[in-house]
């Protein structure tokens, strides 16, 4: 029973130093060798300094901005989860009706005819992270309009800015494509110097 305990034991100390220890070590060290942008979170640096990542939408404020899809986290990282609402409840359906009531009055001056029927999903729905970045192209080309009156920039110039900052799917038919609001907000205030 002496043997068997002593062989648990050093098993146990083995496995974690191997498995706790050196293979974190070794999968940290190769990503930061293959791919040290994703393997730090994907930042995006201006003047040297870190506004934001690619991964993360930021919260925006005001009528020049882009504006991501709606979060119950308030866009805090560190806080990330979905709301859990089902088709059937009816604070699904008061959350939906005002999230459509806030982006028709945003939106509306900019597009006379947009109704509550032609607004994008992704604007009204949370992501499952409630910090993701990308919106849908619809969306996007929808929100082009008061982006381009109020910071007096070309419509095209706005839609070129959109579809350089649009992601293919992924392997080409998975998915859908998206475009990053913050890269877009990041590229339009670059426009802005």
Same mark, same amino acid.
């Given at each position: 029973?002496?043997?068997?305990?002593?062989?648990?034991?050093?098993?146990?100390?083995? $496995?974690?130093?191997?498995?706790?220890?050196?293979?974190?070590?070794?999968?940290?060290?190769?990503?930061?060798?293959?791919?040290?942008? &994703?393997?730090?979170? =994907? +930042?995006?640096?201006?003047?040297?300094?870190?506004? %934001?990542?690619?991964?993360?939408?930021?919260? @925006? @404020?005001?009528?020049?901005?882009?504006?991501?899809?709606? =979060? +119950?986290?308030?866009?805090?990282?560190?806080?990330? $989860?979905?709301?859990?609402?089902?088709? &059937?409840?009816?604070?699904?359906?008061?959350?939906?009706?005002?999230?459509?009531?806030?982006?028709?009055?945003?939106?509306?001056?900019?597009?006379? *005819?947009?109704?509550?029927?032609?607004?994008?999903?992704?604007?009204? @729905?949370?992501?499952?992270?409630?910090?993701?970045?990308?919106?849908?192209? *619809?969306?996007?080309?929808?929100?082009?309009?008061?982006?381009?009156?109020?910071? &007096?920039?070309?419509?095209?110039?706005?839609?070129?800015?959109?579809?350089?900052?649009?992601?293919?799917?992924?392997?080409?038919?998975?998915?859908? =494509? %998206?475009?990053?609001?913050?890269?877009? &907000?990041?590229?339009?205030?670059?426009?802005?110097?």
């Amino acid at each position: 029973m002496k043997k068997t305990l002593i062989s648990s034991v050093v098993a146990v100390v083995v $496995f974690t130093l191997l498995l706790g220890l050196a293979y974190p070590l070794v999968m940290t060290g190769i990503g930061q060798v293959a791919f040290p942008g &994703n393997a730090n979170g =994907s +930042q995006i640096e201006r003047d040297g300094k870190v506004v %934001g990542s690619k991964l993360l939408a930021q919260k @925006t @404020t005001g009528p020049r901005w882009f504006h991501p899809r709606p =979060s +119950q986290t308030g866009y805090d990282p560190a806080a990330t $989860f979905f709301s859990n609402r089902g088709p &059937n409840q009816r604070s699904a359906k008061a959350f939906y009706d005002a999230q459509a009531a806030r982006y028709l009055r945003r939106e509306r001056p900019y597009n006379r *005819d947009l109704t509550v029927a032609d607004i994008p999903i992704d604007a009204v @729905t949370t992501s499952g992270s409630g910090v993701d970045p990308l919106i849908s192209r *619809d969306n996007a080309e929808i929100q082009a309009r008061r982006v381009a009156a109020v910071r &007096n920039i070309p419509l095209d110039r706005v839609k070129q800015l959109i579809d350089d900052h649009t992601s293919g799917r992924f392997l080409g038919f998975v998915g859908e =494509s %998206g475009v990053n609001v913050t890269e877009l &907000n990041l590229a339009l205030d670059t426009e802005a110097r």
